[in-house]
């Protein structure tokens, strides 16, 4: 696909969605089954007007159907669906149109999704485009009947198993999903809309504390020091204020968030996407509660150069200015956690760092905690 976009220097390939890939296969293979024959492309529109033509990779009759793949492309995106084989098989019927999942397509699990619970992950915009798709197909050739089609992805169960379809309530295989049709490389939409998703299914399962995690580390703290189970938790990556805002807009009635301070240190300037890309910050806010706390400038002007929190840590400990420090940063956290939220709700964080046995806790925290373990 000939479609660009810049992230900072970066000159990036765009690619297609499993939308896309579903509503072009669909496309072909009904051609192929009103005419015989089959392109080698198949044009079809995206939800914003534009027209794609995608490659279509293999095209073949059966005796009461027609089957189509596309090969999904991902462009420039670390995507692990990228390069996975993407089915449709179509059949006729006398009326309307019937989409379902075949091999490899994840079955919907838990309420809050795209999709109701039994169904196909096949989500709704896509299930447009197959029908757009297909009606174009219809009036061109001027059939008047119906469509059932099966979308399918062989490597699907495999591949779903690197993906948070598992932990979201999707499961046996992929979903087929995509809002535009374009796949944007190093996009943060994307993932801003699973932590929405996965928020909404803790929300429908009742839930009424949000308890956001930074990743595995955060994780592997819920199991090893916290009784909480991690299912119940979303996990929101460096995306902390979009993941708050969602918490908010949903209607959860509070929010606790749990990370390694490698990261949450940055909270206390503020920072709420804490990938390096956006904001680093986390020396000078370190030097900044220590200014705070009395540190010693000759102590102060050693951290800077230091490449992680955990070996600045390490030089306030040494010097006797640890635990003054870390409350001070503790105070600064609190202070914009409850800034983003405007006091509208209790929030709290737990904060943890392996290396020097640290679990800091601001003043809410434990009340959550407790809170959540009732709930779940």
């Known amino acids: 696909m000939e479609r660009y976009i810049y992230k900072g220097t970066k000159k990036l390939r765009c690619g297609y969605t499993t939308g896309s890939c ?48 596309v090969i999904k492309d991902s462009g420039d995106d670390p995507d692990v669906t990228n390069g996975i084989l993407i089915l449709a098989e179509i059949s006729l019927i006398p009326e309307e149109i019937k989409i379902s999942g075949g091999q490899g397509i994840g079955i919907v699990t838990k309420p809050g999704l795209d999709q109701p619970v039994g169904e196909s992950a096949i989500n709704s915009v896509p299930r447009h485009m197959i029908k757009n798709a297909l009606q174009e197909i219809a009036e061109l050739h001027e059939y ?16 779903a198993k690197k993906t948070y379809n598992p932990r979201m309530g999707i499961q046996g295989g992929i979903s087929i999903i995509g809002t535009t049709g374009i796949v944007e490389p190093m996009s ?13 299914i803790r929300r429908k399962e009742g ?43 949903m209607g959860f009635s509070e929010i606790l968030l749990i990370g390694h301070i490698g990261k949450m240190i940055k909270l206390g300037a503020g920072i709420m996407n804490t990938h390096s890309h956006t904001a ?37 400990k040494s010097a ?50 407790q809170h959540i373990r009732k709930e779940s």
């Open 144 to 159: 008047h009947g119906g469509f059932n089609v099966m979308i399918s992805a062989p490597d699907g169960r495999e591949i």
């Open 22 to 69: 579903a509503a072009a296969a669909a496309k072909a293979a009904a051609e192929l089954l009103l005419t015989g024959t089959a392109g080698s492309y198949a044009e079809i529109l995206l939800p914003g007007g534009e027209r794609l033509s995608v490659p279509v990779n293999e095209s073949r009759l059966t005796e009461h159907s027609a089957i189509c793949s």
């Open 320 to 369: 006797g200015y640890l635990n003054q420090t870390l409350e001070i940063l503790l105070q600064r956290i609190e202070f914009h956690l409850k800034a983003r939220v405007s006091d509208s709700v209790p929030i709290g964080a737990v904060i943890f760092s392996y290396q020097h046995e640290i679990i800091l806790k601001t003043s809410q925290a434990e009340d959550l905690i």
């Open 207 to 249: 839930l009424k504390t949000l308890l956001l995690t930074l990743g595995n580390y955060s994780e592997q703290f819920l199991k090893m020091r916290l009784p909480i189970p991690e299912e119940i938790s979303v996990s929101c990556s460096n995306f902390i204020g979009e993941a708050i805002d969602i918490g908010i807009s």
């Open 188 to 200: 943060s939409s994307a993932l801003i809309e699973t932590i929405r998703t996965e928020a909404n």
């Open 280 to 316: 680093d910050g986390r020396m000078e806010t370190l030097v900044t509660c220590g200014v705070l706390a009395g540190v010693p400038v000759p102590v102060l002007q050693k951290l800077p150069a230091c490449v992680t929190v955990d070996s600045a840590l390490e030089i306030l």
